[in-house]
């Protein structure tokens, strides 16, 4: 339900109008050339960042890691990897980002750890070794086989065989990753402790690594088959995961992590989930004890169509808890770019979408320049995912290829080899774009700065105007003034009737158009969107 943010004189969370921007630290800029990003390139990247007009920066994980999924297999809760620098570092980059008025979001990685941390490789001594229920160990089921039929998300059984006790260890991804057993107590206030390391580091809030993962059904029981799988799927979706994820008892968890950010002040906890919405929104949790947001992405997987993303906007605001705060994002690195799902006419509409919905947005790194997936070919693949199940279509490093930011060899993103290939066309660059008034950027950068300038874009209500052929038009209200944001989301020209009176334009996607319309009938080119002050 609309949710008025001024019924009470409390002003409301720095996060309900801010921007996140996702760096995804190995692609964004590397200072020491060896082809890899680090976080002194981010660093030297934050006023960019500043400029563009973002004010949170999620930082995927730069932890002292094998890489076996490139960060998100953690060694060290407390560290840096030597590749991306040193905690110096970090709290240089910290420290930058503050003085530039930027917050900084990092990556938690709760639900697994990698197979060389130390507590792995205590509790794999055997069935009596230190910190063995510290990871999740079942014995073989009656033929010696895995205890259930849990399926890991890159593919084959979730159950490892461990010769040195002849027992199994879950992990819900690679082999690589065991799960932590966040049954545990001992778990649970170490990994509280790890959050607490960087909060006193200054970090302002976390994305929580697939938090409807850490719980798991206490009987193990099996998942169901999925009847809608079929062959060129990936394996993980031949089973309802009713059992193995999304269990009640992760509330419990969360509410922890919660009152740990609360010690110091004014935190924000997003949590990822990819659940169907009425299963997300209980994420917000009772009372609105559970994570701030819980990623919504709904646009990710949305036929690009106006009464289907009309439908979905309103299902979504009329689920959402009473005071729950709602969220955006387009993108990320596992899911295909924005640029490439609809194209680059549309991925400019889609950039307005994102920036005049209402609730916080989060933006993936590149998507500003219109980057797309960038075909890798087999002998250059990174992503085990890929590597596990090859060419039916999961491999996530098209989408995480070097930031592009001058027509330099490699972009200027290293003088050395990148360690993905650069792609794309030469003149997508920062610093050619930023020259250009009527680049991808120059509009997300418009966007972004409207939005800090307009109430009604930052905290107004939403409420759908039309949703018909191409047309998306949708008002924003606020006691400052109402917003119209009128989007084509078609290759042909269109039109919308205008409610009585003119209206000013103050942004359209092409960048050429503002000042008064004339009443009647607002007309969009193809591929166009408007935003409007309304008189
Ligand atoms: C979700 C992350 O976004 C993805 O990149 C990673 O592979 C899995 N979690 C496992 O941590
Ligand atoms: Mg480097």
Same mark, same amino acid.
């Given at each position: 339900m609309p949710d008025i943010e001024d019924a009470t004189n409390i002003p409301p969370p720095w996060w309900h109008s801010a921007a996140i921007y996702q760096v995804y630290p190995r692609s964004f800029q590397d200072t020491d050339g060896d082809g890899i990003g680090d976080l002194e390139g981010i660093r030297q990247r934050l006023p960019y960042l500043a400029g563009l007009g973002i004010d949170a920066v999620w930082i995927s994980p730069f932890y002292p890691s094998p890489m076996a999924d490139f960060g998100y297999d953690v060694a060290d809760y407390c560290g840096v990897d030597p590749i991306f620098g040193t905690l110096d570092d970090f709290d240089a980059l910290v420290?930058?980002?503050?003085?530039?008025?930027?917050?900084?979001?990092?990556?938690?990685?709760?639900?697994?750890?990698?197979?060389?941390?130390?507590?792995?490789?205590?509790?794999?001594?055997?069935?009596?070794?230190?910190?063995?229920?510290?990871?999740?160990?079942?014995?073989?089921?009656?033929? !010696?086989?895995?205890?259930?039929?849990?399926?890991?998300?890159?593919?084959?059984?979730?159950?490892?065989?461990?010769?040195?006790?002849?027992?199994?260890?879950?992990?819900?991804?690679?082999?690589?990753?065991?799960?932590?057993?966040?049954?545990?107590?001992?778990?649970?206030?170490?990994?509280?402790e790890a959050l607490r390391f960087w909060l006193q580091r200054g970090v302002d809030g976390f994305r929580v690594d697939v938090i409807w993962h850490l719980m798991k059904d206490a009987e193990f029981r099996d998942d169901p088959p999925n009847p809608a799988w079929r062959p060129?799927?990936?394996?993980?979706?031949?089973?309802? %995961?009713?059992?193995?994820?999304?269990?009640?008892?992760?509330?419990?968890?969360?509410?922890?992590?919660?009152?740990?950010?609360?010690?110091?002040? *004014?935190?924000?906890?997003?949590?990822?989930?990819?659940?169907?919405?009425?299963?997300?929104?209980?994420?917000?949790?009772?009372?609105?004890? !559970?994570?701030?947001l819980p990623f919504n992405f709904q646009l990710i997987a949305a036929p690009w169509d106006a009464r289907h993303l009309a439908g979905l906007i309103e299902a979504y605001e009329r689920a959402l808890p009473r005071g729950a705060w709602p969220n955006w994002v387009l993108g990320n690195h596992d899911r295909s770019r924005i640029a490439s799902r609809v194209g680059m006419a549309q991925a400019r509409v889609a950039g307005m979408l994102l920036l005049t919905l209402r609730g916080t947005p989060t933006l993936y790194y590149g998507d500003e320049l219109g980057m797309a997936d960038v075909a890798i070919p087999p002998a250059a693949v990174q992503d085990p995912w890929e590597k596990n199940e090859p060419g039916i279509g999961v491999g996530r490093d098209p989408v995480r290829t070097p930031m592009r930011?001058?027509?330099?060899?490699?972009?200027?993103?290293?003088?050395?080899?990148?360690?993905?290939?650069?792609?794309?066309?030469?003149?997508?660059?920062?610093?050619?774009?930023?020259?250009?008034?009527?680049?991808?950027?120059?509009?997300?950068?418009?966007?972004?700065?409207?939005?800090?300038?307009? %109430?009604?874009?930052?905290?107004?209500?939403?409420?759908?105007?039309?949703?018909?052929?191409?047309?998306?038009?949708?008002?924003?209200?606020?006691?400052?003034?109402?917003?119209?944001?009128?989007?084509?989301?078609?290759?042909?020209?269109?039109?919308?009737?205008?409610?009585?009176?003119?209206?000013?334009?103050?942004?359209?996607?092409?960048?050429?158009?503002?000042?008064?319309?004339?009443?009647?009938?607002?007309?969009?080119?193809? *591929?166009?969107?408007?935003?409007?002050?309304?008189?």
């Open positions: 420290a930058e980002a503050h003085r530039l008025g930027l917050r900084i979001i990092l990556d938690f990685v709760p639900n697994h750890t990698s197979e060389r941390h130390p507590w792995f490789a205590e509790s794999r001594t055997g069935r009596t070794g230190s910190r063995r229920d510290w990871y999740i160990w079942r014995d073989p089921a009656p033929d !010696g086989g895995p205890p259930n039929n849990w399926l890991s998300h890159f593919g084959g059984s979730a159950w490892e065989y461990d010769a040195v006790s002849g027992q199994y260890y879950y992990h819900a991804y690679l082999r690589e990753q065991p799960d932590l057993n966040w049954r545990n107590p001992a778990v649970r206030a170490a990994m509280l060129g799927r990936p394996a993980i979706e031949r089973h309802l %995961p009713v059992h193995s994820t999304d269990q009640p008892e992760v509330r419990d968890v969360i509410a922890e992590m919660r009152a740990t950010l609360q010690a110091f002040g *004014d935190k924000l906890l997003i949590g990822e989930i990819y659940l169907p919405m009425e299963r997300l929104v209980a994420y917000y949790g009772e009372g609105l004890s !559970g994570v701030h930011w001058t027509d330099e060899p490699n972009a200027g993103f290293t003088t050395g080899t990148p360690w993905l290939p650069i792609g794309g066309a030469r003149a997508m660059n920062v610093a050619a774009e930023t020259a250009d008034p009527g680049s991808m950027l120059s509009l997300y950068r418009r966007l972004l700065m409207l939005r800090r300038a307009t %109430p009604a874009l930052a905290l107004g209500t939403y409420e759908g105007i039309r949703a018909d052929g191409d047309i998306l038009a949708f008002r924003r209200r606020h006691p400052d003034g109402d917003v119209l944001v009128v989007l084509n989301l078609g290759h042909h020209a269109a039109s919308l009737a205008l409610p009585a009176g003119s209206c000013t334009v103050l942004l359209s996607t092409r960048l050429d158009r503002e000042g008064e319309e004339p009443g009647g009938a607002l007309h969009l080119r193809p *591929d166009d969107g408007l935003i409007c002050r309304l008189a």
